[in-house]
């Protein structure tokens, strides 16, 4: 199974900051499947990036996600007061597929 | 628009079993992977089995190997997933998930359903 470890487990920070988030993989992610999420309370994730660094449809360009092999990162270039949430990294290159334990980002 | 809508969730006693449906419709139902994910109360996401679009296979996590049973029925653009020997660990609200045409990232999410297993 490859597990993913998110870093740091909170951020705190100011609407305006930029957001840098970590995912690391203990086994190499096969033709960059690493995808992003954004969790908040109360309702079902939402798909940010997909392919490690393809925007999904609608989704603000403040957003990306860079990486390979075993590092991936999303980055928030300046955060809205929306953005405050969880995120989640998962990959899907192989079964079972896995999620990471989330990244809060807390003003 | 695309539309997940999952049903059958509830209260279960230790070791017994319930039934899932997810009702998906505004998509080619055939024509995509999808899955179950799950996330207990105050934790994160947990990918549970999922389905394939091509050739019927399906795929477990650990936790639920042997369990669980994923399946879907393309003439009623419905999945389900039948769980069996539950116990207090799968208590969760379980997420239906649409995926690619032939890969397990997820661009569409039901609401959910709990289930929760308690004596």
């Known amino acids: 199974e490859n597990v993913l470890t998110q870093s740091p487990a909170t951020l705190s920070l100011s609407p305006g900051d930029r957001a840098t988030l970590s995912c690391r993989a203990s086994?190499?992610?096969?033709?960059?499947?690493l995808a992003w999420y954004q969790q908040k309370p109360g309702q079902a994730p939402r798909l940010l990036i997909y392919g490690a660094s393809n925007r999904a449809t609608g989704i603000p360009d403040r957003f990306s996600g860079s990486g390979s092999g075993t590092d991936f990162t999303l980055t928030i270039s300046r955060l809205e007061p929306e953005d405050f949430a969880v995120y989640y990294c998962q990959q899907y290159g192989s079964s079972p597929r896995t999620f990471g334990q989330g990244t809060k980002v807390e003003i | 628009e695309v539309q997940l809508s999952e049903s059958g969730g509830g209260l279960v006693q230790p070791g017994g079993s319930l039934r899932l449906s997810c009702t998906a419709s505004g998509f080619t139902f055939s024509s995509y992977v999808m899955s179950w994910v799950r996330q207990a109360p105050g934790k994160g996401l947990e990918w549970v089995a999922g389905?394939?679009?091509?050739?019927?296979?399906?795929s477990y996590a650990d936790s639920v190997k042997g369990r669980f049973t994923i399946s879907r029925d393309n003439s009623k653009n419905t999945l389900y997933l039948q769980m069996n020997t539950l116990r207090a660990d799968d208590t969760a609200v379980y997420y239906c998930?649409?995926?690619?045409?032939?890969?397990?990232?997820?661009?569409?999410w039901g609401q959910g359903t709990l289930v929760t297993v308690s004596s």
């Open positions: 389905f394939s679009s091509r050739g019927n296979y399906t």
């Open positions: 998930a649409k995926g690619m045409i032939n890969t397990y990232y997820f661009d569409n």
């Open positions: 086994q190499m992610v096969s033709s960059f499947y």
